[in-house]
DNA sequence: GCCCAGGTGGGTA
DNA sequence: TACCCACATGGG
């Protein structure tokens, strides 16, 4: 599995080349911008945390006094902006409350105990958790989001209804827990799931996995 | 006008 | 456990 994973991030990597991913001033920053990205691509959520900037209210103190319908005006372009207002509200609010607004000390915990602390926040599911530990604490945590899983199972490797968790654990079972290849390795399947995989329809003409992949040309599982 | 994005939580059977 | 639904903008 190990071969086979490291051979489907070799050939996207050869042919996107490097993402460098996940921009964010601070730390901070990039929690803000795991949270508004759920479920929405990230030029709307540059917008949102650009605004927040504009309004200084890119800090943990601040966001957890500001009222949610400050926020909400403030994150429109990132859709469900009332939702998320309260999902950055709770995270704000558990660093207050539980840590001080020390971020450094809630990011320098274990991953297992990191991601205990992140999972038990209102908001914040285990992808959120894990682009979290991934990007902001820079600790090895596979991030699987929709394309790991479609890119995944198109190549046969997992099955149509895998858990979560089981995703995880089998990419980080057999790839070292190296942070640089978690981040390049999730960032390639997200240009690469854009690019190919965006409909139920793949687009294997030309496709760098296609000579991996179980699916015929052309057709949606 | 229609589809779908780098999800999560809550409700129901 | 397994579904289903709400959330509700903006770009192609």
Not at 33 to 51: H, R, Y
Not at 77 to 106: G, H, I, Q, T
Not at 173 to 185: G, M
Not at 213 to 219: A, L, P, Q, T, Y
Request: proline share 5%; aromatic share 8%; glycine share 4%.
């Amino acid at each position: 599995m190990r071969k086979r994973l490291l051979e489907i991030y070799q050939r996207l990597l050869d042919t996107y080349g490097a993402q460098s991913w996940w921009p964010g001033e601070s730390p901070f920053e990039v929690i803000v911008g795991a949270i508004l990205t759920q479920s929405v691509a990230w030029s709307n959520v540059e917008k949102a945390i650009a605004a927040l900037q504009q309004s200084d209210l890119l800090t943990p103190g601040k966001l957890a006094q500001a009222p949610i319908e400050e926020i909400a005006v403030l994150i429109r372009p990132c859709l469900y902006y009332n939702e998320k207002a309260k999902k950055l509200k709770a995270f704000s609010s558990f660093l207050e409350d539980r840590y001080s607004n020390n971020l450094s000390s809630l990011l320098s915990l274990d991953i297992s105990c990191l991601r205990q602390e992140l999972l038990s926040v209102w908001g914040i599911g285990e992808e959120t958790a894990d682009a979290i530990i991934l990007y902001a604490a820079k600790k090895p945590s596979f991030v699987v989001d929709t394309y790991t899983r479609r890119i995944l199972q198109r190549l046969g490797i997992i099955e149509e209804k895998s858990a979560y968790a089981g995703i995880r654990n089998l990419v980080m079972e057999s790839l070292p827990a190296d942070v640089p290849l978690y981040n390049e390795y999730h960032a390639l399947l997200v240009r690469h799931g854009k690019e190919r995989c965006r409909s139920r329809r793949p687009v294997c003409k030309g496709c760098p996995l296609s000579t991996l992949c179980k699916v015929s040309d052309g057709v949606a599982p």
